[in-house]
């Protein structure tokens, strides 16, 4: 489509407001024109924070020598025709505003040439006066080079921070930028230093190791799940991985990097007990769905969008994003060499936005592929390299032996990318309704089969030692344990630490949540305990009444300072029913008004404590049979607080203390 200009009315119906505010946001700018002219490979480099110089080359389609000055006007885009399709945008950009924004405020000289070409075409402009085209030989795509920013604008420009600063959210944008376009090749210079260099394989775990660098890429759970007519798609660090603020969050909705407090929420929520509280999980994660239910046009900055249905989307999301932690137990471990990324450089990161790290690995949860997925279904929704949506399809069956009816399947699924090929995005709802029952969650206790040949010993799982015939020998050898806290084994090629502790706590926590839920969660005691307490803790006990019996306590006030126990928490020992208890109301005061669920979950988890503490020695056959339980449950491989329950050092990682390898 030419650029034109916008009719009055569609100029009216979009979201007005401040484009340039900072380098960072001309670099979104300008990234987001190249993606959309379909560039493959992406050159973003800065002076000083992008204050006095800042450049952008693609090799993208370029623009035709006669729409270059079009470009420049107000309004002037090719991507939106009338103010209908703003409901239905499927390009970064559809306002036709930065370039001329931009101009207004810098010295900017665009430099371009299309396809087809023979020359291109230079456009110079300063302040938005004096523009100048004239013809120049360049190569195929797209340079813009932005300087001295506010240069006729002082007051704006005392606004900006430090060029470091200004850097930094410079690099934070092209950052996400890589990880939302793993095939697009990015390189990212600051002050003649190499930043971030991606290689454009279409490898998100690539993306993901030229901005968090290798630890980070290769200890993140990867999450693909369609439902409702929604797909989320992407990688999600829990546990060690884990930051301190909401920054690490990245969220790409149909391809569109934005802050998104909706799936905030939703990540958090199914990430809680993997992640130590205060601390938030990080991600890259795509959420793909029909243009036409998400409002693109809402923010200046198209920072933000609106969802029409925003309770049910995240309902759902949520849903989707706990299948990301299915299957994972305490004890599985991925094999080393299924995480292991393998870029093929390695660049300089100047801004790690991960702090120094150990050099060991949390345990990796993820079940090798073909244990988890019956169907590994890929659908490419969003291709916005292309005008349309661009629907892909692919499904992979791995397991045809077993599977009877997967033919039908997957003829009906060809018929369905066909069609869907044909229509656009039209049919991707019902796509995802057909292909739910593929990808939903495994019923609980179904067995995980563990029948293909793999280097690594196995685990047995209690289910699976029925499917086996030949029940396969302890994957592990038993080293001993260190400072009386931390069990030492020998698997396969790594030494796992499990605290023992963490352990203990997390099996007992999964066993009580089962009795509460199945209404066995008390336990009545021989005679009834009664303890003392002050006026203050009463309080709390009245207070806290429902969510202390819903857990198993049957408690009343008994006098004025006493309180009489008749029964206790399912796992709790008389012997440690005083200590725990007064610990409980201790954390309830310190939950002021939280919701019912809230304390309900605080009084569960302090149940949970106690018994193995850290300290305690432990038999060999006491070490066997939390081992054991270890690996029969399904637990996540964390304690209820979020703490890592073990850690692994790799033999690699060993060779490499030890400077037998590099
Ligand atoms: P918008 O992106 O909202 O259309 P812009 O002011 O950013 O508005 O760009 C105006 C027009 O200039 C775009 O619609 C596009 O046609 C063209 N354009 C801008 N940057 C590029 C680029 N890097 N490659 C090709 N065309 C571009
Ligand atoms: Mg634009």
């Keep these: 489509m030419p650029i034109r200009i916008l009719d009055a009315a569609t100029i009216g119906r979009i979201a007005a407001g401040e484009v340039v505010e900072r380098p960072a946001s001309v670099v979104k700018e300008l990234l987001e024109n190249s993606l959309d002219a379909g560039a493959t490979s992406l050159t973003v480099e800065i002076k000083d924070g992008g ?80 523009l100048r085209v004239r013809e120049v030989g360049c190569p195929e795509g797209t340079t813009v080079v932005m300087r001295d920013l506010f240069f006729n604008l002082p007051v704006r420009k005392t606004f900006l921070k430090k060029p470091q600063y200004e850097a930094a959210l410079v690099s934070d944008t092209v950052g996400r930028m890589i990880m939302g376009n793993p095939k697009v ?17 279409g490898e998100l775990r690539h993306a993901i190791f030229a ?12 999450i693909d799940s369609y439902q409702g007519g929604m797909r989320i798609f992407g990688m999600i660090g829990i546990g060690e991985q884990a930051k301190s603020t909401r920054a690490h969050e990245a969220f790409f909705i149909n391809g569109r990097s934005v802050r998104c407090p909706m799936l905030s929420q939703a990540l958090e929520s199914a990430c809680r007990e993997r992640v130590t509280i205060g601390m938030y999980p990080m991600c890259a994660l795509n959420l793909v769905l029909p243009p036409t239910s998400v409002d693109v046009n809402v923010h200046p900055n ?22 990301a932690f299915e299957g994972e137990g305490m004890l599985r471990r991925t094999p080393e060499r299924q995480a292991e990324v393998r870029p093929v450089r390695t660049v300089e990161v100047v801004e790690p936005p991960v702090a120094e790290q150990q050099q060991i690995n949390l345990i990796q949860t993820e079940v090798p592929d073909k244990q988890t997925e019956v169907e590994i279904i890929q659908t490419e929704a969003f291709n916005i390299q292309t005008e349309a949506f661009n629907i892909q399809t692919e499904v992979v069956n791995n397991n045809s032996d077993s599977l009877g009816p997967e033919e039908s399947l997957q003829s009906l699924l060809d018929a369905e990318r066909k069609k869907l090929r044909l229509a656009g995005l039209a049919g991707a709802a019902a796509l995802h309704e057909r292909l739910l029952p593929v990808t939903a969650p495994r019923p609980a206790g179904e067995e995980i089969p563990q029948t293909e040949p793999v280097a690594e010993p196995k685990i047995q799982s209690a289910t699976g030692a029925q499917a086996a015939p030949n029940p396969a020998p302890a994957p592990y050898r038993v080293i001993g344990t260190l400072f009386h806290t931390y069990i030492l084994l020998e698997w396969s090629d790594a030494l796992l630490m499990i605290d ?32 003392r307490v002050t006026a203050r803790e009463m309080a709390l006990v009245e207070e806290n009444m429902d969510a202390l019996s819903a857990v198993g306590y049957d408690i009343s006030p008994f006098g004025e300072r006493d ?29 002021g008004s939280a919701a019912l669920e809230a304390r309900r979950e605080e009084i569960l988890q302090r149940a949970c404590k106690g018994a193995v503490k850290a300290g305690d020695a432990l ?29 692994t050092l790799t033999r690699r990682e060993i060779e490499r203390m030890f400077k037998r390898i590099q």
Excluded at 68 to 84: G, P, Q, Y
Excluded at 520 to 530: T, V
């Design 51 to 130: 204050i006095s110089y800042l450049r952008v080359t693609d090799n993208g389609s370029g623009i035709e020598p006669g729409q270059v000055r079009l470009a420049f006007e107000n309004h002037a885009t090719s991507k939106l025709m009338d103010a209908e399709q703003l409901s239905d945008i499927r390009t970064l950009g559809f306002r036709g505003e930065a370039l001329p924004s931009i101009a207004a405020v810098s010295r900017v000289e665009m430099t371009t040439r299309a396809a087809r070409q023979d020359t291109g075409v230079r456009l110079t402009v300063e302040g938005g006066e004096n």
């Design 619 to 647: 038999s060999d056959s006491e070490i066997k049979s939390l081992l054991r339980q270890m690996q029969d449950s399904g637990a996540p491989p964390t304690c209820p607080h979020g703490r890592p329950v073990a850690r």
């Design 302 to 323: 198209k920072l933000e969008v609106r969802f029409r249905d925003e309770a049910a989307t995240r309902l759902t999301a949520e849903a989707m994003l706990r299948t």
């Design 500 to 531: 023992q502790h963490a352990a203990h706590e997390r099996l007992r926590y999964e066993q009580l949540s089962k009795a509460v839920q199945e209404g066995a969660a008390s336990q009545r005691l021989l005679a009834p305990e009664i303890l």
């Design 211 to 222: 901005v968090y660098g290798r630890e980070t890429a290769e200890n993140l759970v990867e």
């Design 185 to 201: 090749s990015f390189r990212f210079i600051s002050n003649d230093r190499v930043v971030y260099h991606s290689f454009g394989d």
């Design 563 to 591: 309180v009489q126990i008749r029964a206790v928490p399912h796992i709790l020992g008389r012997a440690e029913l005083k200590p725990r208890f007064m610990e409980t109301i201790e954390a309830l005061a310190g939950m």
